[in-house]
């Protein structure tokens, strides 16, 4: 709410709290955390909220508060490891297609450019630019990394599909979303949804579950 409120009076609060590149000008350490808590609509935040609403109470039932909160936080915190360093290859494999001096160009004006919603009419420049000044948002990573540990811990669970409206077992959905992920991951270089953030939370979910589970008498 306050997002929407404050871009009115000309602040955008994308530009602090969402996560920008490591190299972009525009990058703090604290965007690490807090882009978790910005969305990048009302569309986004409520499908997030619907399933973390959804599978988060269950598995905060299981484990309590305090150790869904850590899984939440790392799975957040490790789909942006996973989405920053796709984008450092991205980042580094057009930019050697580049001269340094347009590199240092986009360095110089892309992001003031990006800021008014234009960018260069050259197709290597303007992907440089999206990779670099386009900052990341939500908790999409986070919400993956519990539908990933509700799979885990409930695999045989029916649930019933939107489209088409089918029943499916929580670990056969789990698994299908994940490779649709990494499909749409390859496929789709330079989306707006990041894919490996989504896939990313799903990884340190699984280690943490298992790691757990290996350290634990009991599961929770």
Do not use: C
């Not at 409120?5 to 609060?13: A, D, F, S």
Request: avoid cysteine.
């Amino acid at each position: 709410l306050a997002t929407f409120v404050l871009e009115r009076v000309g602040i955008n609060l994308y530009t602090y709290l969402g996560l920008h590149f490591p190299l972009s000008e525009k990058f703090r350490l604290h965007q690490i955390f807090t882009h978790m808590f910005m969305h990048g609509g009302l569309t986004h935040i409520f499908f997030n909220m619907f399933a973390l609403y959804m599978f988060g109470r269950v598995l905060e039932s299981v484990w309590g508060p305090k150790r869904f909160l850590t899984y939440y936080l790392v799975t957040g915190l490790g789909a942006a490891a996973l989405h920053t360093a796709v984008n450092f290859f991205e980042y580094y494999r057009i930019a050697s297609e580049l001269t340094p001096d347009q590199i240092e160009y986009v360095k110089e004006v892309g992001y003031g450019i990006w800021a008014e919603g234009k960018n260069f009419s050259d197709p290597l420049l303007s992907k440089l630019n999206l990779a670099l000044n386009t900052p990341t948002v939500g908790a999409s990573g986070a919400v993956f990394g519990i539908l990933l540990g509700f799979g885990m811990l409930f695999p045989n669970t029916q649930l019933m599909l939107l489209f088409p409206p089918i029943p499916i077992k929580a670990k056969y959905f789990v698994i299908g979303y994940g490779v649709l992920e990494l499909y749409l991951g390859f496929s789709q270089p330079g989306s707006n949804v990041a894919h490996f953030a989504h896939l990313g939370g799903m990884l340190f979910g699984y280690f943490m579950i298992k790691y757990w589970n290996k350290n634990s008498k009991r599961f929770y």
